[in-house]
């Protein structure tokens, strides 16, 4: 072969080198948006830098994926049904011990799960990986159950339906009641 030849086919080569260097972050980036949902936007924020979103957001991944995560039996969802429908019951009553309860129901869900239920911060990071769409609602609901002392009762039913939405994506819909307290 002809030096032109080598030539061309090194050129060639570079080219398509920078083409890979260039599109596979790009590919990386559309596949953690597609997974993350409006977290992966909240992580960029809050970082300030796409790159260190991402690798957080690729640490999350793999964490994931080292919990031995299961769904619930068709008994365990219904078991939760029915403590579900009491939560609702009791908002009637006493909201703010029904805000307590939602709040204990959801962590004894993610740990039936597997998911770990140490802090909220590591609950939510483990929660984005499959349960993004849901997050907004369990920050809601968290933020009024941490002042929960000074919450109206607004506030408290509004976390009630922020519970709620949680609950549905962790047992699912069909397991849950809409009865109760109203949106």
């Known amino acids: 072969m002809s030096t032109g030849i080598w030539v061309l086919i090194a050129v060639a080569a570079v080219i398509l080198a920078a083409v890979i260097v ?10 953690l948006r597609s997974r993350f949902g409006p977290e992966y936007d ?3 924020e809050q970082s300030g830098d796409r790159r260190t979103a991402e690798h957080e957001l690729a640490q999350r991944e793999r964490r994931h994926a ?10 365990q969802k219904r078991h939760y049904a029915g403590r579900w429908a009491l939560v609702q019951e009791r908002f009637i009553d ?9 709040d204990r129901l959801i962590s004894s869900i993610l740990g039936e799960r597997g998911y770990p239920t140490g802090g909220f911060d590591q609950q939510v990071a483990d929660l984005s990986v ?4 849901a997050l907004d609602h369990y920050r809601a ?3 009024v159950a941490n002042h ?15 519970y709620r939405e949680l609950f549905h994506d962790l047992v699912g819909a069909e397991a849950g009641t809409t009865k ?3 949106q």
């Open 148 to 162: 929960r002392d000074s919450a109206s009762t607004e506030d408290i039913r509004g976390a009630i339906v922020h």
């Open 42 to 44: 909240r992580a960029v």
């Open 141 to 143: 609901a968290h933020a």
């Open 180 to 182: 109760g307290v109203q």
């Open 130 to 133: 499959e349960h993004a769409a």
């Open 94 to 102: 006493d909201p703010q011990e029904s805000l307590t309860e939602a």
């Open 66 to 75: 080292d919990l031995d995560l299961h769904d619930l039996s068709a008994e």
């Open 22 to 31: 260039t599109l596979l972050p790009l590919r990386r980036r559309m596949q």
